[in-house]
């Protein structure tokens, strides 16, 4: 080689991998949002509600940006890990409890997940029993083998099934007017206070923004090396990787509305009640595409759940971790990273397992734990000794501050209108 | 002696000579230029400010009490300063380099030892509690009775680490100067070890430690770290600094992380490193990055062919580079040319005066060329230590050490 094709080659290198370097988290993680919690929440509540909750999704976008931001910007500037920022500002005893919420929360995704793959491909008649056993043992070996890295990219593709949602949604002839009427009208007060409307929405914004994508966000960005001086190109992945999640929601939603609801189908009772959304693009096959679609989406979030949360955790409270260290080393990690698969499979296994309900409900949770790791990243990313002269804009403020008080007050007002 | 823990220290309350309760520890401070295990004071709370305690005016502590022997008129009000070490802000749940057991570890809770003499006590840190010990003591405190909480935590085998194997990390340099923060447990660890350490260290700290390393130190930490960190590394540093590191490394490696480096900023290095480096390292980066050459170090013992096994000790002695380039010592003819090749093992076992052409054995060459795949299958052929590169005059280049192949290989992966 010449020096000058070395320098041309060198060059090409070094901004492919800026582009992977900065391309890659946040629109990883806004895609793994879309995972079978997700796909759930949105059909159901498409199904359920129509048009009516597609209001909240301008001002949920607007904070998933927001707080994707302040974690991608904590993890490039800091380049430590949320849990680890959390121990170190604010000590043990509230890391402790925040982890043991953090556990619990994703324990919840994390069936949510293996729900989502045993539902998959029960329409194709294989029985739970057997995949979710097998769906298991290779997520568990898949990262623990290192195989992942490589998987991940097969994932990432495969992801491109989301737009068949923006497809469907079209050819559904959904009331377009009606639709982008709903986006900026709130419902009356009336239909707010209500206990089963106000459950739909807090899992709506708890599925797209989930407490574990900020962990996993900051992690990433932390492991990808991504600077402070880098940071802009970040920014951009992060609000890209967004939107992006937020289109796909919507159209998930109105594609739901349009063909579920409008044909008076309000209950989404199994997977080919849902694969019905599909129907306008894929006829007959639609259950094929939602299976594989699902199946594609659980898996991936399967794969990185368990493994984030060990590591949030164990960073948090100080315990070894890391996959390149033996088990004898690193046990807690590992024993943590094993239960959770096993147990979160596990339950599945149990007979009339309530699949759908426990794929919302994690959401909802998601929905209720949110404000509280909101918190922590807010006094984190306004710490002038933490953040130096990248802590937040006041809009910033505003919106994750709003955010966190109408979350708590969506919370208290769901308990409140419960019968 | 006793032992008190950091976190039943913190919160305390504080009763002056009469035993009136004046106020709360807030923290306590150790000033390591006077002392680098005492503690100098602790910090109080109190309605009328914050306030300094020293351990000479302490009859005793324990028990979420601190007796003073003064009164809280004479505590001195405390002004901040850099030069102290804040147990609490700089300790408490912070990451330490554990140099015994060679990690990164998160401090949970601080061992303090109380001795009392002549009416008074005495305090300085003993160790560092990691393990589950001072987890549950941070997590129960307050909320089990202290005497119950006693018990249940002497049930609990301890994981401490004496203070003498803990290295704080600082990354304000002058706060690191002030605070007497010298990486000394680190710079005795084998270079390996270091940068395994600081693979798991986040950004600032990695730059911290490097301008903190001695050179040498550094510069054969940094050879063993992995590419990706290098480079964030060396580009964090200021490029005087970068650069003295850079002279202290194997050419060979030094070309690699250059060429990995962004032109301008490599460039600078390029230029604060002295002459003689700095054509070494230049030459070996003109060469292709997966060849013989790009492989190869410059650094070797080559001795005139006519010489004796005196000769090459006198070389060996002078010699700087690696210990893995000195596993043969090449005969050179006239213009530099390779003529012979003897292993260490025949300079150790025969007589000073013995002629070096005698003792040399047949041995394998390559050019600059040369790919990676085949330098690898030369070395798994010929069982090589070290592999000889010459250029199209005969001339010897460079060699290639066994250690480099098979990071090379690994790296391949």
């Known amino acids: ?419 | 002696m006793s032992i008190v823990a950091l976190s039943e220290l913190l919160g305390a309350t504080v009763r002056d000579a009469s035993g009136t309760a004046r106020g709360r520890v807030r923290e306590i401070a150790v000033t390591p230029q006077d002392h680098p295990t005492r503690i100098a004071f602790l910090i109080v709370r109190t309605p009328a400010g914050e306030r300094i305690l020293r351990p000479d005016s302490v009859k005793s502590c324990g028990g979420a009490t601190v007796r003073a022997t003064t009164d809280a008129i004479a505590w001195e009000p405390y002004n901040v300063s850099d030069g102290m070490l804040l147990l609490k802000r700089d300790l408490l749940d912070q990451q330490i380099i554990d140099v015994h057991g060679r990690k990164v570890v998160r401090v949970n809770d601080v061992e303090i030892d109380a001795t009392p003499i002549n009416s008074h006590v005495t305090l300085a840190v003993l160790a560092v509690d990691v393990g589950a010990r001072g987890a549950i003591r941070r997590l129960a405190k307050g909320v089990v009775p202290s005497f119950t909480l006693r018990a249940l935590l002497e049930k609990i085998p301890p994981r401490v680490i004496p203070w003498q194997y803990v290295d704080l990390i600082e990354t304000d340099p002058a706060r690191r100067v002030k605070l007497k923060i010298a990486y000394e447990g680190l710079s005795k660890m084998h270079p390996a070890d270091i940068a395994d350490i600081v693979e798991d260290l986040p950004p600032a700290e990695q730059k911290a430690v490097f301008e903190a390393l001695d050179e040498e130190v550094a510069a054969e930490a940094l050879e063993e770290i992995d590419p990706d960190v290098q480079v964030s590394i060396v580009e964090s540093l200021p490029s005087e600094r970068a650069a003295d590191i850079v002279e202290e490394m194997d050419p060979d490696a030094a070309a690699d992380l250059l060429g990995e480096l962004p032109e301008d900023f490599s460039g600078e290095i390029l230029k604060e490193m002295e002459p003689e480096e700095r054509q070494e390292v230049t030459q070996l980066l003109e060469f292709g990055e997966r060849t013989a050459a790009g492989r190869m170090t410059t650094e070797f013992v080559a001795v005139d062919e006519n010489g004796v096994v005196d000769d090459a000790i006198e070389a060996l002695k002078t010699f700087e580079g690696s210990r893995e380039a000195v596993a043969t010592i090449y005969l050179t003819g006239p213009g530099h040319r390779l003529v012979g090749a003897v292993p260490l093992v025949k300079i150790a076992i025969s007589s000073p005066a013995a002629q070096l052409s005698l003792l040399s054995e047949p041995y394998n060459a390559c050019s600059p060329d040369t790919p990676d795949d085949e330098v690898a299958a030369i070395f798994d052929k010929y069982n090589l230590v070290t592999l000889a590169v010459v250029d199209a005059q005969g001339r010897l280049a460079g060699i290639i050490t066994a250690d480099d192949v098979i990071s090379m290989l690994r790296h391949r992966k």
């Open chain 1, 1 to 419: 080689m010449t020096m000058e094709a070395v320098k041309t080659f060198k060059t090409w290198r070094a901004r492919l991998t800026l582009f992977l370097a900065v391309v890659g988290p946040g629109f990883i993680t806004a895609n793994v949002d879309n995972d079978a919690g997700g796909i759930w929440t949105y059909s159901v509540a498409g199904a359920q509600f129509g048009y009516t909750l597609l209001w909240a999704m301008i001002p949920t976008t607007i904070a998933l940006v927001v707080v994707q931001e302040m974690a991608s910007r904590m993890g490039a500037v800091t380049g430590k890990g949320l849990s680890d920022l959390i121990r170190e500002e604010f000590g043990f005893r509230v890391t402790f409890f925040l982890m043991v919420a953090l556990v619990v929360t994703n324990f919840g995704n994390i069936m949510a997940e293996f729900a989502g793959v045993a539902s998959s491909l029960q329409l194709f008649g294989i029985s739970r029993y057997i995949v979710v056993p097998l769906a298991a043992a290779a997520v568990w070996l898949l990262v623990v083998q290192g195989t992942y890295n490589t998987v991940e990219k097969i994932f990432l593709v495969a992801s491109g099934f989301y737009v068949c949602y923006i497809v469907a949604g079209v050819l559904a002839h959904p009331d377009w007017k009606a639709a982008t009427f709903a986006l900026v009208t709130t419902p009356e007060t009336s239909g707010i206070r209500n206990y089963g409307y106000l459950y739909m929405l807090i899992g709506l914004v708890g599925t797209t923004i989930a407490p574990w994508m900020q962990f996993y966000l900051q992690a990433s960005v932390v492991e990808k090396g991504v600077t402070a001086r880098q940071y802009s190109a970040s920014r951009w992945d992060v609000i890209v990787g967004c939107l992006f999640a937020a289109v796909v929601a919507w159209f998930i939603i109105v594609a739901c509305a349009a063909t579920l609801h409008s044909a008076g189908i309000t209950t989404v009772r199994d997977a080919a009640d849902a694969a019905q959304a599909l129907r306008p693009l894929a006829g007959r096959y639609a259950y094929l595409l939602f299976a594989a679609g699902l199946f594609n989406a659980s898996l991936f979030a399967a794969s990185i759940l368990p493994i984030s949360t060990s590591y949030a955790v164990c960073e948090g409270l100080g315990l070894e971790s890391g996959l390149d260290k033996k088990f004898h080393e690193a046990p807690a990690f590992y024993w943590l990273y094993t239960l959770l698969i096993v147990a979160g499979a596990g339950v599945l296994l149990v007979p009339s397992f309530p699949l759908i309900h426990i794929m919302v409900l994690s959401q909802v949770v998601n929905g209720v734990v949110l404000p509280f790791v909101l918190i922590f990243m807010l006094l984190l990313t306004n710490d002038r000794e933490l953040m130096g002269e990248h802590i937040n804009s006041r809009g910033f403020n505003i919106v994750a501050w709003v955010t966190v008080v109408v979350m708590i007050g969506l919370t208290i007002a769901m308990l409140a209108f419960r019968r």
